[in-house]
Nanobody, 115 residues
Framework: QVQLVESGGGLVQPGGSLRLSCAAS????????MGWHRQAPGKQRELVAL???????NYADSVKGRFTISRDDAKNTVYLQMNSLRVADTAVYYC?????????WGQGTQVTVSS
């Protein structure tokens, strides 16, 4: 089994920064994809960013240049550095780990951007 534990969400003013962390434990293969998705009220869950075990990254257009995804394989942890946050970034952020065809999800962490 795989467990994902997220941390780092909270309330921040527009223009501020937050760093999300997601620690994975359990049966984790070296070759995998880790990522972050988000879901705002009344909207579908959407991809924010992902990073492969080879270090390749992909970002949603709405966060390019503001968010940075990284991973520490020694700690089985993925990070999302979020800068220049906007009100539109308010959502529950979910960590995702994909191993082959299996998708694993964290419980979600709330990010609220408000003045």
């Amino acid at each position: 089994q795989v467990q994902l534990v997220e941390s780092g969400g909270g309330l921040v003013q527009p223009g501020g920064s937050l760093r999300l962390s997601c620690a994975a434990s359990g049966s984790i293969r070296r070759i995998n994809v880790m990522g972050w998705h988000r879901q705002a009220p009344g909207k579908q869950r959407e991809l924010v960013a992902l990073i492969t075990s080879g270090g390749r990254t992909n970002y949603a257009d709405s966060v390019k240049g503001r968010f940075t995804i990284s991973r520490d394989d020694a700690k089985n942890t993925v990070y999302l550095q979020m800068n220049s946050l906007r009100v539109a970034d308010t959502a529950v952020y979910y960590c995702n780990l994909r191993i082959g065809i299996a998708n694993h999800w964290g419980q979600g962490t709330q990010v609220t951007v408000s003045s």
